[in-house]
Structures are given as structure tokens and as C-alpha cells.
């Protein structure tokens, strides 16, 4: 295991910025990922810590040694890339066994280690098979043990799952954490997909323009999304604006559109403010289970469509003339899906992340990365 820091450092491409004054730190055997848009720093940042490219400016540390100028072969880390860069010509075993090779490591454990990585992987019994004769999966699962085998203590991978199916995807996610917890690795592991990144870190780093927005465990971003920037990138939100006004020392949105829900805000009334739902926290009813409800917010409104996706229904939805969309899965017993039917939404206080409209900062969470 290795900790890796990383101290004020910028990477510019002539005129364009790569990332700017960043600065991470991560601990020995944790696993992080690093979560943004194409264009977000995120492959310029891994190749930085891999000794690919060098920075422009500051440095970066292992174990608080500095490996700023120290070549990639050098450091003691595997990378897996996105395109799986297996050799054509070569058997899964020696694809695996390319790198002890190349660094003249004692070869009857290094393929000791090999022949270990093929069991944790589930790919035993491939060794003797060519690349074109493995599935995607299994290519991914090859390009991850050649990466290990020769004594890696970092395992840097840029978005590795991106070429594969959703499912998997999901299998690989599983499988790659355990492996890195079981090997004792340290991790950094970029991506774009925030399902991808909420299953398989220890903390999520979220990184836009080069620079890290927010970070922590992914309960912390998922509950205290700092900015409507992050809120958006964690999945599909309903938004909703108004004002804020207090009755009885209650606390209420007033929608644009006349709606009046009850929230949980620190706000003053009369604060202008955009309020976000995650659509996975929005429950669908028919209309005559609304007397058997317990929400903090029942609201009346009619089903447009409903449309079968996968194991969910996504429902489109008119409230006070306002369309949102709703995701309620198959199996929820008495789900609408009858076009024009009458149904209620149900929303608690605590489901709203609500932000000023004016600077976007979010009420009750911790201080921002910004501003410290």
C-alpha cells in the first residue's frame, strides 16, 4: 500500500488548462474515486500521478516521498486504461506476464502471482486463449492482473468499465472492489458514471475545470451535494423554484406555479431559492391511497404516460401544470399506468436540496471546498 499526495499541481496544454492548483490527499489501502464530465481533469490528474506526463507546476508525493521527476516505470503502480492495450499476439498468460518480464522480476512468482490473479478474477482456465478469443469482460479482467502482477502498491485506473455492458459493468464494480481491498491496494479510479463511483469507493473526489468541487464518502456527497453542479451530476432531479415563507414556524416553498410545500431549510422567508428532488425519492400513488399516506407533502395530479424500462416504469407526470418525471419499480404493488389517471406525489421536508438562487449555495452542509 502507498499514500499519494498531490500539491498545488497545474498541467496546461499551451493555452488550455488541464487542472489547476490541485491539491488531494489519499490514504494507503483507500480506495477513491475520482468523479466528472469529459474535460474535467480527471485523465490529465491520473496521468500525472502515473508519471505519464509531467506537470507544469507543483508536485506530487508517495508515501511523502517525492516522485514528481521519477519515471512511470519507476513507481510501483498498475494502470488499466480504458481500451483494454492487450498484445493480439500474445496469450492471456503472457499478456499478464509481460511487465515481470520486461523488469527481469523472478518469473516463478511473478506467474505464482499471475496464476493467483486469474482465480480472484474468474478467469482461470483463459491463459492459453489469444485476446480475440475472451469477451470484453474477460479482456478488462486480463489488462487489470497485468497491471497488478509486478508488485503494484497503486492501482491507477482511467474510466476501465466505460467499454463494457451495463451488466457488466455492475459485476466488474463488485469484483474490482474486493479485489482491491483483498490485495490491499491503494486506488484512485476515474470515471464519469456516478453509479459507478458510489458502488465501488471509499471516498469520491468530484472534480470541474481541473479543480475538485466537493469530496467524501459517497453517503456525504449523495445527502450534501454542495452546488447544484454536483446535485445534477449524482442523477436526474426535479427542480423546483419559489420563495421561501413561514407559517405557523413552519417552513414553506411557494412554487412558481403556486405549489406550497413544506421544507426543511434554514433559509429566511422571503429567500429566492431553487429546490431539487431526486427523482429516486419521489413516490407515486393512485389517488384513492392518499387518506393511507404519511408524507410530509401529498400532492394531487394526473399521470400522462407510463413507459416499462427495464425492471422500472417511468411515469411522466402533471403537477399544477407543471410535467415532472417519476421512476417506481415493476414489483410496488398498485403503481399507476393508466394514461390520464388521477394519482398523488409523495415528498418528505428532508427530500429537498435547496439552494439560494442567487449564489447556488446549499443550506446545512459543511463548508465548502471553495471556501476554505
Not at 221 to 247: C, T
Not at 281 to 287: A, G, S
Amino acid at each position: 500500500m502507498v499514500s499519494v499526495r498531490m500539491e498545488k499541481v497545474s498541467k496546461n496544454y499551451g493555452k488550455v488548462v488541464g487542472i489547476k492548483d490541485l491539491s488531494l490527499s489519499i490514504k494507503d489501502g483507500e480506495y477513491v474515486a475520482i468523479l466528472g464530465p469529459t474535460g474535467a481533469g480527471k485523465t490529465t490528474t491520473m496521468y500525472i500521478l502515473a508519471g505519464l506526463i509531467s506537470p507544469s507546476s507543483g508536485k506530487v508525493f508517495f508515501d511523502d516521498v517525492d516522485v514528481t521527476n521519477i519515471p512511470a516505470e519507476d513507481r510501483q503502480i498498475g494502470f488499466v486504461f480504458e481500451e483494454y492495450n492487450l498484445f493480439p499476439r500474445m496469450s492471456v498468460e503472457k499478456n499478464i506476464l509481460f511487465g515481470p518480464i520486461v523488469k527481469n522480476l523472478d518469473l516463478s512468482v511473478s506467474r505464482k502471482v499471475a496464476y493467483e490473479l486469474l482465480n480472484l478474477l474468474n478467469i482461470k482456465g483463459k491463459e492459453k486463449n489469444y485476446p480475440d478469443e475472451i469477451s470484453g469482460g474477460q479482456k478488462q479482467r486480463v489488462a487489470l492482473a497485468r497491471a497488478i502482477v509486478s508488485n503494484a502498491k497503486l492501482l491507477i485506473m482511467d474510466d476501465p468499465l466505460r467499454a463494457l455492458d451495463a451488466k457488466i459493468r455492475d459485476i466488474l464494480q463488485v469484483e474490482l472492489r474486493k479485489l482491491v481491498k483483498d490485495l490491499g491496494l491503494t486506488c484512485i479510479h476515474a470515471t464519469h458514471d456516478t453509479h459507478e463511483a458510489m458502488r465501488v469507493a471509499d471516498r469520491i473526489l468530484i472534480f470541474k475545470d481541473g479543480q475538485i468541487v466537493q469530496e467524501g464518502t459517497p453517503e456525504e456527497i449523495y445527502n450534501n451535494p454542495y452546488s447544484i453542479y454536483v446535485a445534477d451530476f449524482l442523477g436526474e432531479n426535479v427542480s423546483f423554484k419559489g420563495k421561501i415563507v413561514v407559517e405557523n414556524e413552519e417552513k414553506y416553498l411557494l412554487t412558481e406555479n403556486n405549489l406550497k410545500l413544506r421544507v426543511q431549510t434554514d433559509f429566511s422567508s422571503g429567500t429566492n431559492v431553487v429546490a431539487l428532488v431526486p427523482l429516486e425519492l419521489i413516490d407515486v400513488y393512485n389517488k384513492e391511497e392518499s387518506s393511507n399516506l404519511n408524507y410530509d407533502n401529498i400532492i394531487p395530479g394526473k399521470l400522462i404516460q407510463a413507459k416499462l424500462i427495464g425492471e422500472f416504469f417511468e411515469l411522466i407526470l402533471d403537477i399544477s401544470g407543471m410535467k415532472l418525471k417519476a421512476y417506481e419499480l415493476i414489483g410496488k404493488k398498485n403503481v399507476p399506468t393508466s394514461p390520464n389517471s388521477e394519482i398523488v406525489v409523495g415528498m418528505d421536508k428532508d427530500d429537498f436540496r435547496i439552494f439560494e438562487l442567487k449564489n447556488e449555495k446549499l443550506i446545512n452542509s459543511e463548508k465548502s471546498i471553495e471556501d476554505e
